[in-house]
């Protein structure tokens, strides 16, 4: 994506100037018909803004978006308007990709452009449920209560995938400690002892055999081993960026053993937060639900998710198409049913919200309590088998030259 200087008309002959970024000049020109201005001139400037490494996809990172959020309200509240608001924000500390778009969203509300529609140009960049949230607060006039609204969401999503990465950081770091063990030991320790036993031909138990030619097999094909792992990771890799794919992945994430109590703990708790959050702000059902499903973070969720979206547009009630859908843990659907028949749905979702969270929490909690011995298991069992296999002849000899 470039960054444009370029000057503009509108129908009335008015010159306009600034900045904006842009694929290439057919796209700002067609993005700058939107806004009722025809392109005269563009020139890309010398600064060509990329996204940072951290930017995944070009989209701009969460950490900055909640942290726009955030000040953005409390500017608002403080009597600022969106113009100035945004002028102030785009010469904060973000990163450089999204101070960038900031400028251009700047650009966009000074002219008199919303902006949601100002967001909207840039696709790939923010959320599409961020996108749709700001359209709505700036219909109902509450734009300063859903920005705070979407800082808290961020910030708890954020949360609850930083605890999730952490539960899983220990046992990998287990596995690959094992992995590493389990190579070196084949590599270097159990030959050097089977040239020790060839030399005192001293006859293998069975066990010493099996670990000795699995031992010279990897001495002997290591390249043919690397270049098969390697070839298997890249296809999972490729294949997992597939959309059937994407699909198997997220449907294994949602029914393994261990992890899936953590992965439908964070659907359910994104899902509360998240649909509460865009009927508090005026969407009704339907048009919440189809918004929510893009944020749900599962295909395999999301695909049943609207399936029942349909069910609720022919007439069906939440409770009846989750029900029939098997897409939540029964206390939500419980909830859901509640909030349903009081008319109460979104402030009953909306105070499940931490409720979801410490049942999200606890899952990962108990993961980590649960994967945390088993490794430790597997790795003493690996290892404890390969010391017997080389210690056991050894042994064997000093009981000898002992009688």
């Known amino acids: 994506m470039k960054k444009y200087k370029y000057e503009a008309v509108n129908i009335n002959k008015k010159k306009f100037t600034g900045t904006f970024l842009a694929e290439n000049e057919r796209d700002l020109a067609s993005q700058l018909a939107k806004q009722n201005l025809y392109l005269i001139s563009a020139k890309v400037?010398?600064?060509?803004?990329?996204?940072?490494?951290?930017?995944?996809?070009?989209?701009?990172?969460?950490?900055?978006?909640?942290?726009?959020?955030?000040?953005?309200?409390?500017?608002?509240?403080?009597?600022?308007?969106?113009?100035?608001?945004?002028d102030v924000l785009k010469a904060q500390d973000y990163d450089r990709f999204f101070k960038s778009i900031l400028e251009n969203v700047y650009e966009d509300v000074k002219t008199g452009v919303m902006l949601s529609d100002a967001l909207a140009k840039h696709k790939k960049v923010f959320p599409n449920f961020f996108k749709s949230m700001i359209k709505v607060g700036e219909a109902s006039g509450k734009l300063d209560v859903v920005m705070v609204s979407l800082a808290d969401y961020y910030d708890n999503d954020a949360a609850l995938k930083k605890k999730t990465k952490g539960a899983l950081a220990y046992p990998i770091m287990l596995l690959m400690m094992t992995i590493g063990i389990v190579v070196l030991m084949m590599l270097f320790v159990v030959p050097t002892f089977k040239d020790t036993l060839n030399d005192m031909n001293v006859e293998m138990p069975p066990l010493t055999q099996a670990i000795a030619d699995l031992s010279d097999f990897v001495k002997l094909e290591w390249k043919k081993i690397l270049v098969v792992i390697g070839s298997l990771v890249a296809l999972i890799f490729l294949y997992s960026r597939t959309e059937k794919g994407k699909y198997t992945f997220d449907t294994l994430a949602i029914n393994f053993p261990l992890l899936k109590t953590i992965n439908i703990a964070k659907i359910t708790a994104r899902f509360a937060?998240?649909?509460?959050?865009?009927?508090?702000?005026?969407?009704?059902?339907?048009?919440?639900m189809e918004e929510i499903s893009a944020v749900i973070g599962n295909r395999n969720v999301e695909k049943r998710f609207k399936q029942a979206i349909e069910d609720v547009r022919q007439g069906m009630t939440l409770t009846m198409a989750f029900e029939s859908y098997k897409l939540f843990p029964d206390i939500l659907i419980q909830m859901v049913s509640v909030g349903e028949r009081t008319a109460s749905l979104e402030e009953v979702l909306s105070r499940s919200c931490a409720f979801f969270d410490e049942q999200a929490d606890s899952a990962i909690k108990a993961f980590t309590s649960a994967i945390s011995p088993i490794m430790l298991l597997i790795m003493g069992g690996v290892v404890g088998v390969l010391f017997i296999a080389i210690y056991s002849p050894m042994l064997q000899i000093m009981t000898t030259i002992g009688k």
């Open 45 to 86: 400037t010398s600064d060509e803004v990329r996204p940072s490494f951290f930017s995944v996809g070009g989209r701009v990172k969460m950490v900055d978006l909640t942290a726009f959020c955030r000040q953005f309200s409390i500017m608002l509240n403080s009597g600022m308007s969106i113009v100035q608001t945004l």
């Open 273 to 288: 937060r998240g649909f509460s959050l865009l009927l508090s702000s005026g969407m009704d059902i339907i048009e919440a």
